[in-house]
């Protein structure tokens, strides 16, 4: 009988169709047609669901969903439904419709939300028949039935809307009531001066009509199956008549018929289901009677429900004249309008039952703002945006005449704007001004630490900075680099810097309003050399691909990046500003790569006013937790991931930059894995690492300064959805641990699980306000210029955040690498030949070596060499020295190797007869 259903956490929703008293008690709202009421807790690891049902000659059907899977259960003269649900996944939400037989659509539909006290135990839905728990109202894990969106509401908003305009109804039918004895008709002159009016049994005959008035309302209801109702109206003036007939009862189906005193039809309107019912345009002449009748189609009714009818009067002919978008009366046949419209039409609401539909597309993520002006006194018109099923995605319903407007972000796509009257509307001869606007979210791109090339000031002549080409490939003997960018405190024990060269003014290069800066690190008119320094170039050919145009919807935000992110969130905020006010946009979007991702979660942290103009932040190798080559910037020198930098260079530079202590490895981080080790498996505390003379660094103020912007980044959360794009691939540094045997520190890498600067575990953390993180095989600085990336960047701020071809939805569990770490002994510079592809290479402390396929880094005087290809090298052997001599050792690390060496690696010493195993404790 069942078919199959999912884990679920729910959230329960009584449904209890309030009756004509409209104060029954209860968890919820009674749906008269199928359930009085009903129940939903967890118990046991599943969901326990129950429901009193009413009493129906139908089959009905009750289907439970999840996903793809989907069990269902036919009952037939039942007065109760008890079942238990242990859903087949902790992700989706579980669905329960209500079929009754004959129909297509569920006449009443729940969404289940998941919960962590269900247990998922198998890989398919479980449903059963439980037994009847008469406990289940005090049951302290009641949970809320949801009524699921059909035709762009919540069934449980229908509900609550249909229950409050009942119970005001009620209201008034009491008071008409208690004024006029049923059976004895009243005077149409004391009718009139009612606020509405209320049928009178009998009715179902012309003779026995009620009295109908222009633009007041009129009740009644359909009490029995077969039963009619009969209205009367005289025309006080030539013209045209339009009839409207509302809140037809849920799950009811009535019809609208208009006669003339012959007893000839005029018009009629026989829409099926609970969908209003209207027949405009009819001629009428002055003094002649008209008659209206409401009936049930098909036998329905409903003995506690009011339906609403009203009749509007057109004074002159064209004051109903249909306007030039009609026939756009439903969602299936709306007016279509141009994509990314952008301007304003005039038309009308030709009666209060005229709806308007228009149809508009939307290419890029947008925020989409939508407005009806110059309503008329007496109509009361309501906007609505819906997509192309009906569902309402934002609305506007401001009283009488009153503007409305929508400012809604909408992903690419097909969207509808409907114009309707308002419930509480008269009607006047009207028309109204519909303004459609999409302003596409302008995209930021935002760097990283050494991410903006910087321009300097020098007594009036502006030169490039950072990576000058001339400058940086001097190397060792770099002093512009070293004398202009280097900082210093501005007093003892400050935390402002500034810089240590006197007179200079140093800045993001402006050429290009910033892209100039981000889009290549350096431009040299040698190819390979500006290509290797790519950082957004081909993310902005992309997005310009798409639509997006630089300097309206697509900026570039370099910055001067020695700064804390506390500095620099003056100038992202500017740069947010900037963008919204040139693009007419809500919202923007941020697209971040490394440090850059943390200056965003400064800016937006510090400033949470700022987090309503942003949809959506996508990171790139983003260190959350912080790195551990700040600390060898600060302590051995970095080159900032530039092949021909000079390790030298970056430590003069990192020595009192305050972003560079921003990125020292946070107090969650050592919590979670550690960073510095006094031997291979004993860490240091944080608090150790701030006090410990053989392992902090000397300027404490930056150290503590940045630990207290990491507690707050690392543990508070932004009300913007987040995705992050960590790189994997490349041995990793994750620290530094004391080598006792040679007494040194030496640095100790992961298997390739990071991508070559930032560890896995920082690009990888997540609080809940990340929505989700894809994994690519990548280098850190690479990360922006990987095609892969970039497309799945696009799509992201498309609003698709499906993980495209290249990408992994997990990590990669056992990448391959190759790493030689070398040292001496002696502790002296390890100057070493090798062989790779045919090529020799020395190392040297008075020259850098570049390579495509290797990456070199420098720790003081120990040098790790990370074979990008796998092949191994091949060293010379030393012919002036002994084995038992030699101080020159090679550790090797790599992913072919047995599960021991790959931890430990294997030991080389290099002598005369070349490389000779040790076998070390």
């Given at each position: 009988?069942?078919?199959?259903?999912?884990?679920?956490?729910?959230?329960?929703?009584?449904?209890?169709?309030?009756?004509?008293?409209?104060?029954?008690?209860?968890?919820?709202?009674?749906?008269?047609?199928?359930?009085?009421e009903?129940?939903?807790?967890?118990?046991?690891?599943?969901?326990?669901?129950?429901?009193?049902?009413?009493?129906?000659?139908?089959?009905?059907?009750?289907?439970?969903k999840?996903?793809?899977?989907?069990?269902?259960?036919?009952?037939?003269?039942?007065?109760?439904?008890?079942?238990?649900?242990?859903?087949?996944?902790?992700?989706?939400?579980?669905?329960?419709?209500?079929?009754?037989?004959?129909?297509?659509?569920?006449?009443?539909?729940?969404?289940?939300?998941?919960?962590?006290?269900?247990?998922?135990?198998?890989?398919?839905?479980?449903?059963?028949?439980?037994?009847?728990d008469?406990?289940?109202?005090?049951?302290?894990?009641?949970?809320?039935?949801?009524?699921?969106?059909?035709?762009?509401?919540?069934?449980?908003?229908?509900?609550e809307?249909?229950?409050?305009?009942?119970?005001?109804?009620?209201r008034?039918?009491?008071?008409?009531?208690?004024?006029?004895?049923?059976?004895?008709?009243?005077?149409?002159?004391?009718?009139r001066?009612?606020?509405?009016?209320?049928?009178?049994?009998?009715?179902?005959?012309?003779?026995?009509?009620?009295?109908?008035?222009?633009?007041?309302?009129?009740?009644?209801?359909?009490?029995?199956?077969?039963?009619?109702?009969?209205?009367?109206?005289?025309?006080?003036?030539?013209?045209l008549?339009?009839?409207?007939l509302?809140?037809?009862?849920?799950?009811?189906?009535?019809?609208?018929?208009?006669?003339?005193?012959?007893?000839?039809?005029?018009?009629?309107?026989e829409?099926?289901?609970?969908?209003?019912?209207?027949?405009?345009?009819?001629?009428?002449?002055?003094?002649?009677?008209y008659?209206?009748?409401?009936?049930?189609?098909?036998?329905?009714?409903?003995?506690?429900?009011?339906?609403?009818?009203?009749?509007d009067?057109?004074?002159?002919?064209?004051?109903?004249?249909l306007?030039?978008?009609?026939?756009?009366?439903?969602?299936?046949?709306?007016?279509?309008?141009?994509?990314?419209?952008?301007?304003?039409?005039?038309?009308?609401?030709?009666?209060?039952?005229?709806?308007?539909?228009?149809?508009f597309?939307?290419?890029?993520?947008?925020?989409?703002?939508?407005?009806?002006?110059?309503?008329?006194?007496?109509?009361?018109?309501?906007?609505?945006?819906?997509?192309?099923?009906?569902?309402?995605?934002?609305?506007?319903?401001?009283?009488?005449?009153?503007?409305?407007?929508?400012?809604?972000?909408?992903?690419?796509g097909?969207?509808?704007?409907?114009?309707?009257?308002?419930?509480?509307?008269?009607?006047?001869?009207?028309?109204?001004?519909?303004?459609?606007?999409?302003?596409?979210?302008?995209?930021?791109?935002?760097?990283?630490?050494?991410?903006?090339?910087?321009?300097?000031?020098?007594?009036?002549?502006?030169?490039?900075?950072?990576?000058?080409?001339?400058?940086?490939?001097?190397?060792?003997?770099?002093?512009?680099?070293?004398?202009?960018?280097?900082?210093?405190?501005?007093?003892?024990?400050?935390?402002?810097?500034?810089?240590?060269?006197?007179?200079?003014?140093?800045?993001?290069?402006?050429?290009?309003e910033?892209?100039?800066?981000i889009?290549?690190?350096?431009?040299?008119?040698?190819?390979?050399?500006?290509?290797?320094?790519?950082?957004?170039?081909?993310?902005?050919?992309?997005?310009?691909?798409?639509?997006?145009?630089?300097?309206?919807?697509?900026?570039?935000m370099?910055?001067?990046?020695?700064?804390?992110?506390?500095?620099?969130?003056?100038?992202?905020?500017?740069?947010?500003?900037?963008?919204l006010?040139?693009?007419?946009?809500?919202?923007?979007?941020?697209?971040?790569?490394?440090?850059?991702?943390?200056?965003?979660?400064?800016?937006?942290?510090?400033?949470?006013?700022?987090?309503?103009?942003?949809?959506?932040?996508?990171?790139?190798?983003?260190?959350?937790?912080?790195?551990?080559?700040?600390?060898?910037a600060?302590?051995?020198?970095?080159?900032?991931?530039?092949?021909?930098?000079?390790?030298?260079?970056?430590?003069?530079?990192?020595?009192?930059?305050?972003?560079?202590?921003?990125?020292?490895?946070?107090?969650?981080?050592?919590?979670?894995?550690?960073?510095?080790?006094?031997?291979?498996?004993?860490?240091?505390?944080?608090?150790?690492?701030?006090?410990?003379?053989a392992i902090?660094?000397?300027?404490?103020?930056?150290?503590?300064?940045?630990?207290?912007?990491?507690?707050?980044?690392?543990?508070?959360?932004?009300?913007?959805?987040?995705?992050?794009?960590?790189?994997?691939?490349?041995?990793?540094?994750?620290?530094?641990?004391?080598?006792?045997?040679?007494?040194?520190?030496?640095?100790?890498?992961?298997?390739?699980?990071?991508?070559?600067?930032?560890?896995?575990?920082?690009?990888?953390?997540?609080?809940?306000?990340?929505?989700?993180?894809?994994?690519?095989?990548?280098?850190?600085?690479k990360?922006?210029?990987?095609?892969?990336?970039?497309?799945?960047?696009?799509?992201?701020?498309?609003?698709n955040d499906?993980?495209?071809p290249?990408?992994?939805?997990?990590?990669?569990?056992?990448?391959?690498?190759?790493?030689?770490?070398?040292?001496?002994?002696?502790?002296?510079?390890?100057?070493?030949?090798?062989?790779?592809?045919?090529?020799?290479?020395?190392?040297?402390?008075?020259?850098?070596?570049?390579?495509?396929d290797?990456?070199?880094?420098?720790?003081?005087?120990?040098?790790?060499?990370?074979?990008?290809?796998?092949?191994?090298?091949?060293?010379?052997?030393?012919?002036?020295?002994?084995?038992?001599?030699a101080?020159?050792?090679?550790?090797?690390?790599?992913?072919?190797?047995?599960?021991?060496?790959?931890?430990?690696?294997?030991?080389?010493?290099?002598?005369?007869?070349?490389?000779?195993?040790?076998?070390?404790?």
């Amino acid at each position: 009988m069942w078919k199959t259903a999912k884990r679920i956490v729910i959230v329960c929703w009584m449904l209890t169709l309030i009756c004509s008293s409209f104060t029954q008690p209860g968890w919820g709202l009674e749906r008269q047609s199928l359930v009085k009421e009903a129940w939903a807790w967890a118990e046991d690891g599943e969901i326990r669901v129950q429901a009193m049902l009413q009493p129906t000659k139908d089959e009905i059907e009750v289907v439970i969903k999840q996903e793809s899977q989907e069990v269902s259960y036919v009952i037939k003269d039942e007065k109760r439904f008890s079942i238990a649900v242990q859903p087949f996944d902790d992700q989706g939400a579980l669905t329960i419709e209500w079929i009754r037989d004959g129909t297509k659509k569920p006449e009443l539909r729940w969404q289940v939300p998941l919960s962590d006290s269900v247990r998922s135990a198998s890989a398919q839905l479980d449903v059963r028949e439980a037994p009847w728990d008469r406990e289940a109202e005090k049951k302290e894990g009641a949970l809320d039935l949801i009524g699921a969106a059909e035709q762009g509401e919540s069934e449980l908003g229908t509900f609550e809307k249909a229950n409050r305009k009942q119970a005001e109804v009620q209201r008034l039918a009491d008071d008409f009531y208690a004024d006029f004895t049923k059976g004895k008709k009243p005077r149409e002159a004391v009718l009139r001066s009612r606020a509405a009016t209320f049928e009178m049994e009998p009715n179902d005959v012309v003779g026995k009509a009620d009295w109908l008035f222009d633009a007041k309302n009129a009740h009644g209801k359909i009490g029995k199956s077969g039963d009619v109702d009969m209205w009367k109206i005289q025309a006080v003036k030539s013209g045209l008549m339009s009839f409207s007939l509302r809140d037809i009862p849920l799950g009811q189906d009535y019809n609208l018929y208009v006669f003339d005193e012959k007893n000839r039809e005029l018009g009629h309107s026989e829409k099926e289901g609970t969908e209003d019912e209207a027949v405009d345009g009819i001629a009428v002449e002055k003094a002649e009677w008209y008659y209206v009748m409401v009936k049930g189609s098909n036998g329905s009714f409903h003995k506690d429900f009011y339906y609403r009818l009203q009749a509007d009067f057109l004074t002159e002919q064209g004051d109903g004249k249909l306007d030039e978008y009609e026939p756009n009366n439903s969602v299936k046949e709306p007016h279509v309008l141009a994509t990314d419209f952008d301007e304003t039409l005039q038309a009308n609401l030709h009666s209060l039952a005229d709806v308007d539909f228009y149809q508009f597309g939307v290419t890029l993520a947008s925020t989409v703002i939508l407005d009806v002006k110059e309503i008329p006194a007496g109509m009361d018109i309501d906007l609505y945006l819906q997509d192309p099923s009906g569902k309402v995605l934002a609305k506007s319903e401001k009283p009488k005449n009153a503007s409305e407007q929508i400012v809604f972000q909408a992903n690419p796509g097909q969207y509808i704007a409907k114009v309707a009257a308002s419930s509480r509307s008269g009607f006047a001869p009207n028309t109204y001004k519909l303004h459609v606007e999409t302003n596409p979210n302008p995209v930021i791109l935002i760097p990283g630490i050494g991410g903006s090339r910087l321009e300097v000031d020098e007594g009036g002549e502006i030169s490039e900075i950072w990576l000058g080409l001339g400058d940086s490939l001097i190397g060792i003997n770099d002093p512009r680099h070293r004398r202009l960018l280097s900082l210093e405190p501005i007093r003892p024990n400050s935390v402002d810097v500034q810089p240590r060269t006197k007179g200079i003014s140093i800045f993001p290069e402006r050429a290009d309003e910033g892209f100039s800066a981000i889009e290549y690190l350096s431009h040299s008119p040698i190819g390979p050399v500006r290509d290797t320094t790519e950082q957004y170039y081909s993310m902005v050919k992309q997005l310009e691909k798409m639509g997006y145009k630089k300097f309206q919807t697509l900026f570039a935000m370099p910055y001067d990046w020695r700064y804390s992110s506390t500095k620099n969130a003056a100038a992202l905020k500017q740069k947010i500003d900037t963008a919204l006010q040139r693009s007419g946009a809500r919202q923007v979007q941020l697209v971040a790569h490394s440090m850059g991702g943390l200056l965003v979660r400064e800016t937006l942290l510090a400033n949470v006013s700022y987090q309503s103009k942003v949809s959506r932040i996508i990171y790139m190798g983003t260190p959350f937790l912080g790195a551990p080559r700040a600390y060898q910037a600060i302590r051995y020198g970095y080159n900032f991931s530039i092949p021909w930098m000079d390790e030298e260079t970056g430590k003069i530079i990192s020595e009192y930059a305050p972003a560079v202590y921003e990125l020292l490895p946070s107090k969650k981080y050592f919590q979670t894995v550690g960073f510095l080790k006094k031997d291979k498996d004993e860490p240091y505390s944080y608090e150790e690492f701030l006090q410990d003379k053989a392992i902090r660094l000397p300027y404490s103020p930056l150290v503590k300064q940045a630990g207290k912007l990491h507690d707050k980044w690392d543990t508070k959360t932004i009300n913007v959805p987040q995705y992050a794009i960590v790189g994997q691939g490349e041995p990793t540094l994750l620290g530094y641990f004391f080598d006792h045997y040679h007494q040194e520190w030496a640095p100790y890498y992961d298997k390739g699980m990071g991508d070559g600067t930032v560890p896995y575990l920082s690009a990888s953390y997540a609080q809940e306000d990340m929505k989700k993180k894809y994994y690519v095989k990548g280098e850190h600085a690479k990360l922006p210029t990987i095609p892969e990336v970039i497309t799945q960047v696009s799509q992201l701020l498309q609003g698709n955040d499906a993980t495209q071809p290249g990408l992994r939805k997990s990590s990669v569990k056992s990448p391959s690498y190759l790493t030689y770490i070398i040292s001496r002994s002696d502790g002296a510079f390890p100057e070493v030949t090798f062989t790779k592809s045919g090529r020799t290479i020395t190392l040297s402390p008075k020259k850098k070596e570049v390579r495509d396929d290797l990456t070199i880094e420098y720790h003081g005087t120990i040098v790790v060499v990370h074979v990008k290809d796998g092949e191994e090298l091949h060293f010379q052997a030393d012919p002036s020295v002994e084995l038992e001599n030699a101080n020159l050792n090679i550790q090797r690390f790599s992913s072919e190797d047995s599960e021991q060496d790959e931890e430990t690696g294997q030991w080389y010493r290099l002598g005369k007869n070349g490389l000779v195993k040790v076998i070390r404790d």
